[in-house]
């Protein structure tokens, strides 16, 4: 380990040894990078995405709140509506005569029941295939949910009701317009190889750790339930708490996830909500502002992609909307949220990161016509993200 390393790891320590850590000192720190060693990146993001308290004092009651609180979510939401489907024939409570799996009524716990299945559905699709040339969210996870594995019980788990629920997923039609170019070329594979198979009975792999996270958020936030993109936005965060090199963060990484998550929707869930697309908060918004900061900073570049017509619906949408998870490795990705997250502007940073993805390959765009500068721009030539960051950095520090 260099020496300059050694020297970053003690800066790190120092500042989440103080008993308050100090955020802008932190936020400094994690802006060039966390290192991996001992667990600090995982630390530093739960506290740049405020899931912990800058009071150490308050950490581990904390965590043991909202650790309990997801169990509470699993029991409610995944394993109370999994015993009462396997109860079914046997006397059940909640089905009456005025609750059964034909009731029209919106309230009706079965529409409710099915009304899931079709997003559980969209995730469970959108999840077997999430960083493909990775085989970790493939592998078994080394802490599978016991509540739920548990083989005394007969209920039905998400697993399950994927495998149960014949509605053909076509009924799915939630992708918004401009999304259908979520993923980029480069990573989709033939379907047959890209659809990530089920474990045998009693493990889990790590991408239905994933679709536990994100269905339990939908059923928690039905005004904006589930979008396609939002698991390449959990992916990186669930990988960086379950690789964690501590376990007791890594047996908690689920729940740490789901947390984290929720809190990082919280500030960009305006760009996965389609009414919001034109408003002061919404994708538009933030895709014209990529532009008019490319013109202050380089008018040529500016004119010619203007002149070819090239609006940033046709790629900033996917940069801005996905924190840039599809463009980079995801080892890449993680380098460019250190940034993002410690980041005090929350994500303006995020628009100098794509003026500078679009000055570093200037000379190309120059001389490309349409077609060419559309695939330079939807499939991304430059995979240096140091390169990247320095030179947003750069057009930060000539305002």
Not at 94 to 117: A, C, G, I, M, Q
Not at 166 to 192: D, E, H, M
Request: hydrophobic share 40%; with cysteine.
């Amino acid at each position: 380990m260099s020496r300059l390393h050694q020297s970053r790891i003690a800066d790190f320590q120092e500042v989440l040894g103080e008993p308050t850590v100090a955020l802008t000192k932190l936020r400094e720190l994690c802006f060039s990078g966390i290192p991996f060693d001992g667990g600090l990146r995982c630390l530093c993001w739960k506290i740049l995405l405020n899931y912990l308290p800058l009071e150490k004092a308050l950490w581990s009651s904390l965590l043991k709140k909202q650790r309990d609180l997801y169990s509470q979510f699993l029991k409610e939401m995944i394993i109370q509506p999994g015993i009462a489907k396997a109860n079914l024939g046997v006397s059940r409570e909640d089905v009456t005569l005025e609750d059964h799996p034909l009731n029209p009524n919106p309230d009706s716990r079965w529409n409710t029941y099915f009304k899931d299945n079709e997003v559980l559905l969209q995730i469970d699709k959108d999840v077997r295939r999430l960083y493909p040339d990775m085989a970790f969210f493939q592998r078994p996870t080394d802490y599978p949910c016991l509540l739920i594995l548990d083989p005394q019980n007969e209920f039905e788990t998400l697993r399950r009701r994927v495998e149960q629920t014949t509605l053909k997923s076509q009924t799915v039609a939630r992708n918004r317009s401009g999304v259908t170019n979520v993923s980029s070329p480069l990573k989709t594979t033939s379907s047959s190889l890209s659809e990530y198979e089920v474990l045998p009975n009693g493990c889990e792999a790590h991408w239905e750790v994933v679709e536990r996270i994100l269905f339990i958020y939908a059923k928690l936030n039905p005004g904006i339930a589930y979008v396609q993109g939002m698991n390449e936005i959990v992916g990186p965060l669930y990988y960086t708490f379950a690789t964690d090199p501590n376990s007791e963060w890594k047996e908690h990484a689920e729940a740490d996830t789901f947390f984290c998550f929720t809190n990082l929707m919280a500030e960009i869930r305006d760009n996965f909500i389609k009414s919001l697309d034109d408003s002061q908060c919404g994708i538009t918004y933030k895709m014209e502002k990529v532009y008019s900061t490319l013109k202050e900073k380089d008018v040529e570049l500016y004119l010619k992609l203007q002149e070819q017509n090239i609006k940033p619906q046709f790629f900033a949408f996917r940069w801005l909307t996905l924190l840039l998870s599809q463009e980079f490795l995801l080892p890449d990705v993680i380098r460019i949220w250190d940034s993002l997250f410690a980041d005090d502007k929350r994500f303006d940073f995020l628009l100098l990161v794509c003026c500078a993805m679009l000055t570093l390959i200037r000379d190309q765009l120059l001389e490309g016509d349409f077609t060419l500068n559309m695939r330079l721009l939807q499939d991304y030539p430059i995979s240096d993200v140091h390169l990247i960051l320095k030179k947003a950095k750069e057009l930060q520090d000539s305002k």
